[in-house]
């Protein structure tokens, strides 16, 4: 894509360097493919690039997982592996039996997967990004840096707030997504719908149950941007439904190529219920729900592209 706007390439992490026509530059999947006349009504003059920070991309702890901004979807994807090799306690929280599945739904090529960045997907914010799924699922806490020296944090679920809208003001920059060690112990399920293949997401939902059996249940990519029920227990069906009639209006599912909003909203509520059962069943029991819902049908999976 032809980015002759540009006439400065600044190497920084420092939000105090940014001015008016800048963008900040993570893997450039999306900048590269959009062009810079495609951000505004200005064109993009400077890119900040982000490629020299350094920042440790994935650090673990017992308190639970740092992803940096600039930590690349296939870094991310190796986590789960890399922990279990390192015989590390945190290789058996269930939530990162979600990593993959997220990563997976990045329907991208070789090249995009290995150069794309967490802090990109989340800031490109599109309904289908997988990592903000996975980011919101997993109550992530994004911090944000800003020009004149402050630092923010908020719940990535509140981060994005619509189709490629987010919370970030001019000059802001995503510094990384905290993952709590409370939401990776969870019990954890997930459904995923596209229309076709290895298409976009058009649908994605994620369940978790927490020890004391709290129920949340993050709707994305049917959706503009992230939405969250929460229980106190896993709710009966009625009770799941009607909480989702309640939270979501017809105006909040999105509509795109990747599927009608009424599509969306029905398999939302199917895709809700699924998961509803899946965590129903007592954690090591095999699965012997019967019902309309059960066994799930099986969603379509995406791989990663040559
Ligand atoms: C073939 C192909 C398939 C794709 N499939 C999908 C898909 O399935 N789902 C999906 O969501 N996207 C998809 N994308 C879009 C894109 O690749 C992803 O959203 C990707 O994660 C963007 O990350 P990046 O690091 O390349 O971002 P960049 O292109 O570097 O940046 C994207 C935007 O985010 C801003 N930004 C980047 N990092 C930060 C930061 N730390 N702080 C503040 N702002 C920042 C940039 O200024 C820019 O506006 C696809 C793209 C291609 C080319």
Redesign the pocket.
Known sequence: MDMNTIEAVVRTTDPADWRDGD???????????YGSTA?GPEPLRRLLD?GSAGWQPVTVTADGIELA??CT?AELYALPERLAAEDSGAANWPGLDLIRPCCD?????FK?WN???V???L??S?P????ISLCAGLDGTATVLGPGGSRRELPVAELITGDGQNA?APG????SVSLPASALSSRAAFRRLSLSNLG??GVLLIGRLDAGDRFTLTVTAATKRPVQLRFDSLPEVPELAAELEATIPESLYHDDIHGLPAWRRDMTHRLALEIRAELGIPAGEPATVSGDFWPPQKTQQTKRGA
């Open positions: 963008a900040w530059l993570a893997g450039g999947t999306v900048l590269f493919s951000f982000l901004a600039t979807v739904s990045f329907v991208a090529s995009v150069m794309s960045t802090g990109g997907n800031c490109t599109l289908a990004g997988p990592m970030l802001e920059l995503l510094r976009r997401s």
